[in-house]
Structures are given as C-alpha cells and as structure tokens.
T-cell receptor
Framework: DGGITQSPKYLFRKEGQNVTLSCEQNLNHDAMYWYRQDPGQGLRLIYYSQIVNDFQKGDIAEGYSVSREKKESFPLTVTSAQKNPTAFYLC????????????????FGPGTRLTVL | GQQVMQIPQYQHVQEGEDFTTYCNSSTTLSNIQWYKQRPGGHPVFLIQLVKSGEVKKQKRLTFQFGEAKKNSSLHITATQTTDVGTYFCAGPAVPDNFNKFYFGSGTKLNVKP
C-alpha cells in the first residue's frame, strides 16, 4: 500500500533529551512537511522540503532540525532547545510538481504524540 | 506574515441541523483546500478549489472560494454524527513559494444525536 508512515505513534522522553521522529513515504512525492499541532489548535509548519538535500524553515523552526538525504525520508529532531516540545507531530507529503493541479494536496501520516516528562 | 483564520472555533449542532465554517486569509491564495480531522486522527483531504468564485459540492457538503481568492466557506446540510471532527482550510499563498502551505485555525464540529 502507498502512504506515509510515522513512528512511533507515542513517544515519551525526559526533559533535555533530543529525540528524532521518523517519517517515510512511498508515494514518490518530492515535497515533504512537518507540522506541530497542540490540543485544540491548528497546524503550524515547522520545516518543509521541496527536494532531496534541500529544506526550508517554516513558522516555528526554532528548537527543531531536519534532514532530507533520501526522497522518501524526512526525519525531524526535536532538540533540547525546544521549550515546549510536548505536542502532536504530523508529517505530510505532496507531489510538489509546480503548475500541476492537485500537486500540492497534502497526504498526512498518522502522527506521533510526543510527551516530554 | 501570512495568516489564515477560521470561524467559528467550535460549533455544536443537533443532528439534522446545518453547519457552516468560514475561512479568511490575509493574502491571496493560489488555491484553497479543505481537510477533515477526526478526533484522534490525522487531517484527510476533502477538496480543492482553484478558480475565483468556484463552488463545488460533495453530497451534503458545499464548498465555495471567494471572488478575491482570500476567503472560502464549507457548508454541511443536515449534519450527521459522522460529520464530527475538525475542519481545516489551507492553501499556498500567491506569489509565495508554491510549496509553503498555510493552514487555518480549524473549526471543531460536534454533532449531538
């Protein structure tokens, strides 16, 4: 089945530890995104990548880092510099083909709920 | 910076009543998309509107894109309990980066049977 996978579904970490969230897609999409969602809130963009080896900061990039070494993978590291890391993290992808109808439709993974104790 | 706001933030309706959520962007959007997130789930794509003034229907759902491409609405006729969830509008700004997406704040719909 084609889709986006995120692991793990639930993650607990101690304060001060870095943690890496996995995101893999087999949709052959060029663009990938990371969002953060807090309870009762909308989605806020952390980082996005339009192509391998390139990524851009979103609106709340401070305290996070990403890499895009492979087309299908876009891991997110939540560093100890992130002051309030407890949240629901969503990864998404889109085909990213400029000018093609529907190319920016976002397909989401199931998300990772991170709790920092 | 770019902002996309939705109203209302919450809506509680009796099953069978209609529901409408409104989306307003601070800048022009190249297209508007709507997503639904069920409780505990992830957002799922519903529809995309591209043209100014466009109206699309999906069964009981009617979507509209404003003439200035800065606002949109989603109307549900005769709500059902299966409509429960949070509805988000989203889209890329113009002439901003095609791949940078802005999501609205969402409207959480609760339907009482």
């Amino acid at each position: 089945d084609g889709g986006i996978t995120q692991s793990p579904k639930y993650l607990f970490r101690k304060e001060g530890q870095n943690v890496t969230l996995s995101c893999e897609q087999n949709l052959n999409h060029d663009a990938m995104y990371w969002y953060r969602q807090d309870p009762g809130q909308g989605l806020r963009l952390i980082y996005y990548s339009q192509i391998v080896n390139d990524f851009q900061k979103g609106d709340i990039a401070e305290g996070y880092s990403v890499s895009r070494e492979k087309k299908e993978s876009f891991p997110l590291t939540v560093t100890s510099a992130q002051k309030n890391p407890t949240a629901f993290y969503l990864c998404a992808s889109s085909s990213g083909l400029a000018g093609v109808p529907g190319a920016d439709t976002q397909y989401f993974g199931p998300g990772t709920r991170l709790t920092v104790l | 910076g770019q902002q996309v706001m939705q109203i209302p933030q919450y809506q509680h309706v009796q099953e069978g009543e209609d529901f409408t959520t409104y989306c307003n962007s601070s800048t022009t959007l190249s297209n508007i998309q709507w997503y639904k997130q069920r409780p505990g789930g992830h957002p799922v794509f519903l529809i995309q509107l591209v043209k100014s003034g466009e109206v699309k229907k999906q069964k009981r759902l009617t979507f509209q894109f404003g003439e200035a491409k800065k606002n949109s609405s989603l109307h549900i006729t005769a709500t059902q309990t299966t409509d429960v969830g949070t509805y988000f509008c989203a889209g890329p700004a113009v002439p901003d980066n095609f791949n940078k997406f802005y999501f609205g704040s969402g409207t959480k719909l609760n339907v009482k049977p």
